[in-house]
């Protein structure tokens, strides 16, 4: 949001800019150009009702007209222009809010682990693969959270979820998906909501493959930066 109020404002200077530089040189022109009409106009026919001075008298009253519906419609841009950035920044705002009220409804670290423990069991008795990951950003990125778990909530099917580990890290849980296709997803998240490449630190673990119990997953997610994943 910060970042586009700067490019508005920006905007709005160059345009001032352009503006009074086009004005400035209309009435350079005008000025010069009536000044050089004034002798031939008035003193050079001294009769009031002649053409000269009719011409001089119609050109002086266009003139002032178009410099004063440049300055009309000037007002009128800028009135639009500013209509437009308050539209956006409501809409920036209203997804800010709802980002911000689907982080506070995401669950948090402790059912992680416990639906981390569940589908392990279930994973371990039925044969299948589970894959868990973390996923980290600096957290000096906190603009970054809300878009990629946005992104991420779209991007899981049912049965998968999705967990807010800190405020910076969030915690994947994704039965029977194979973990080529898990860095697929991230990255297709990634893309889509903006985070610059090598910026997420992803840990992704698969059981049986990569993990052969549930202390040994719990423990390499553990190993992801700025998570709090503790032991229960």
Same mark, same amino acid.
């Given at each position: ?37 004034? $002798? ?7 009769? $009031? ?126 039965? +029977? ?18 985070? $610059? ?21 719990? +423990? ?13």
């Amino acid at each position: 949001m910060k970042n586009d109020l700067r490019q508005w404002q920006e905007l709005e200077r160059r345009d001032w800019q352009l503006w009074l530089l086009a004005i400035f040189l209309l009435v350079i022109l005008g000025f010069g150009l009536l000044t050089f009409m004034f $002798p031939s106009a008035f003193w050079a026919n001294s009769d $009031p009702a002649s053409l000269p001075q009719k011409a001089f008298v119609g050109f002086s009253a266009l003139y002032g007209l178009a410099i004063v519906y440049m300055l009309q419609r000037q007002a009128e841009i800028r009135r639009l222009r500013q209509q437009l950035f308050d539209a956006q920044a409501a809409i920036a705002e209203a997804e800010h809010t709802a980002t911000e009220q689907m982080l506070r409804a995401l669950p948090d670290s402790g059912p992680f682990r416990d639906a981390l423990a569940m589908e392990y069991r279930r994973a371990s008795s039925s044969g299948h693969a589970l894959t868990a990951v973390v996923l980290a950003l600096p957290r000096e990125r906190k603009q970054d959270v809300g878009r990629l778990a946005r992104h991420l909530c779209s991007a899981i099917r049912p049965g998968e979820s999705l967990y807010r580990i800190t405020d910076s890290a969030f915690g994947l849980i994704l039965p +029977k998906m194979d973990p080529r296709d898990v860095a697929a997803v991230i990255a297709r998240a990634q893309s889509a909501s903006g985070v $610059p490449e090598g910026l997420l630190e992803t840990n992704i673990v698969s059981y049986p493959m990569e993990a052969g119990s549930l202390s040994e997953m719990e +423990k390499r997610l553990r190993a992801t930066a700025g998570t709090e994943l503790q032991p229960a």
